[in-house]
């Protein structure tokens, strides 16, 4: 069963518009961490940031927000006023503690494409 | 700080074959994953490495097999390839239980 689901495949904005991205989980664990990589055309895979199961604080970083809301498993991203250079493909992660090692379930991805 | 470093870049093989593909970890760090990325899907773990052993495996067969060294480096090492292999293979180095951060990658291509 998929562990992360990013139902969105591929988005495209118009520069300066906002772009959220849904991301839902799901696990048995209580003790669980959330992550958000963002992937650019080189391939390399980008940290963005990084939620533990207890901490349901909403963040803001510059441009980039999360919303973390347990009650649906969910763990979305928005991207403000959006930029070309935005133009990624972005994924959502889950690393659940009961493994004993912090590997990462990573969804299918959010391919975003930011029009000038 | 040096990041995670792989290489080869880039590498084509023919079924059959084996590959070899190498990765440095980011300085300080003592873990190692290993993950496997094909055309338009997320990362699939393969396996992680910690002071040498493994720590952890995800749904890949034994010809799928690796190394840690001292220095806290790695191989992956696939046998046996096959066409289904050709991917984009990204390493990722953390400290232990903390989050992972990816080096660019080694895309390889079997015929």
């Known amino acids: ?38 992937q650019p055309p080189s391939g390399e895979l980008v940290f963005l940031i990084r939620r533990n ?8 970083s510059g441009r980039y927000s999360w919303n973390f809301q347990k009650s649906t498993s969910s763990f979305n991203f928005t991207i403000t006023a959006s930029q070309v250079v935005d133009s990624a493909v972005y994924f959502c992660a889950l690393s659940e503690a009961s493994y004993g090692n912090n590997r990462l379930a990573f969804g299918k991805g959010n391919q975003v494409v930011v029009i000038p | 700080e040096t990041g995670v470093t792989q290489s080869p870049t880039h590498l084509i093989k023919t079924r059959g074959q084996q590959v070899t593909l190498r990765c440095s970890s980011q300085s300080g760090h003592n873990t190692v994953s290993w993950y496997q990325q094909a055309l338009g899907q997320g990362p699939q773990f393969i396996f992680q490495y910690y002071r040498e052993e493994e720590n952890g495996r995800g749904n890949f067969p034994p010809r799928f097999s690796g190394l840690q060294f001292p220095n806290y ?11 289904d292999d050709s991917a984009l293979y990204l390493c990722a180095s953390s400290l232990t239980g903390l989050t992972q951060y990816f080096g660019p990658g080694t895309r390889l291509l079997v015929l």
């Open chain 1, 1 to 38: 069963a998929q562990k992360v689901t990013q139902a969105q495949t591929e988005i495209s904005v118009v520069e300066k518009e906002d772009v959220t991205l849904d991301c839902v989980y799901e696990t048995r664990d209580t003790t669980y961490y959330l992550f958000w990589y963002k």
């Open chain 2, 73 to 83: 480096s790695s191989e992956l090492n696939v046998n046996a390839l096959e066409l």
């Open chain 1, 53 to 60: 199961s207890f901490d349901e604080q909403n963040e803001i």
